[in-house]
């Protein structure tokens, strides 16, 4: 079967075209009004009509002989070319609305409004439980109102992402507190110099400089003492170097008069479980003494392996969290879904390697721009 197609300024004469050029065979499959492109042009009807092989070609004929010719008929053939493009765009369309095969969560479709903001939870590598969570809620209670805005939809979104975001605000010690922080964390993450940021910001950056001082059990890696030792001397701090689990409780009495007392310990491998033992060793050699543990990771790394690196450290007692390396990546949908997923607060956020500088006050505001823009920090 073949199709064609006749215009006409009424739907009769469209009709008439198509009668007097195909014949009384020729099948109606498709009327429709093409609106005109300028207020000068007139609106147009087409009519579609399909002829069965044996009809071909006497039609053939009868358009291409001399004696039919008519000027005021336009006819032209069913271009399929066309139509097929448009069919694979409007599936190409409808595949975006659909959820992610892999996620094996098929009882939702995302609405063209929020096809945006979908994708961006996906290029963002947000964890996709939490994704389908937010999804399914925010189509459901979301009104209709509000769907139809994409400013509004962003803002909605925003809102969301700020409640499930766990940030600890920074508070500062009053003169006579004390405060023991110690960091834990992989080979190369960067928690030496997060201490030697943090070190200068109580020391030398607030409205008040607490008295602060350093301690190191970092005796494997090569340079580690050396790094902390050029630090400590430019700010005129104190450093202990501490090898056995016994002499840290009375490195610590020796920084008694410190506000702000930093632990640095050695980096492993969260494979490593030796090396975890041994800072959990230190642990309760001063188990009598509060002392807050932040697990410092890196931001340029997938959620499960975050979560592989937070379970194997996880028996140190976590407190909060500490993300660095934010300058080296440009996805940070795993950051927001790992921390809401282990429910630790952040406190930091390490945006480069300058000292002290590069170093921002965790905050949820900041963390939903760098996601919702999905730029590349750059120092």
Known sequence: ???????????????????????????????????????????????????????????????????????????????????????????????????????????????????????????????????????????????????????????????????????????????????????????????????????????????QNYKVGIITLDSFRVGAIEQLQAYTNIMRLALEVVKKTEDLAQAIIRLKDCNYIFIDTAGSSQYDIDKIELIHQYQEKVQDIPIEKNLVLPANVKHTDLLEIFNNYSRLGIDYLIFTKLDETKSFGNLISFSHKTKKSITFFSIGQNVPDDLIVADSTFLIDCFMNKFLIKR
């Open 1 to 207: 079967m073949n199709k064609f197609s006749f215009l006409g300024k009424t739907p009769t004469i469209a009709l008439k075209h198509a009668q007097d050029e195909c014949g009384e065979d020729a099948i109606v499959i498709a009327t429709k009004k093409i609106p005109s492109l300028s207020p000068n042009q007139e609106e147009m009807y087409e009519i579609t009509v399909a002829l069965e092989d044996d009809n071909l070609m006497q039609y053939t004929k009868k358009i291409t002989s001399p004696s039919s010719a008519n000027p005021n008929i336009e006819a032209s053939f069913y271009d399929f070319k066309t139509e097929i493009l448009k069919m694979q765009e409007s599936i190409a369309q409808v595949q975006k609305t659909l959820w992610d095969p892999k996620s094996q969560l098929y009882d939702l479709t995302i609405p063209p409004e929020f096809i945006d903001i979908y994708n961006l939870f996906e290029d963002n590598e947000f964890e996709q439980e939490m994704t389908y969570t937010i999804m399914k809620k925010t189509i459901h209670q979301l009104p209709l109102a509000l769907k139809v805005n994409s400013a509004k939809v962003n803002d909605f979104f925003k809102l969301i992402l700020r409640r499930i975001i766990p940030i600890k605000k920074e508070i500062p010690l009053r003169k006579h507190q004390r405060k023991i922080i110690m960091m834990v964390g992989p080979t190369g993450v960067g928690k030496t110099t997060t201490i030697a940021k943090l070190a200068a910001r109580y020391a030398h950056k607030l409205e």
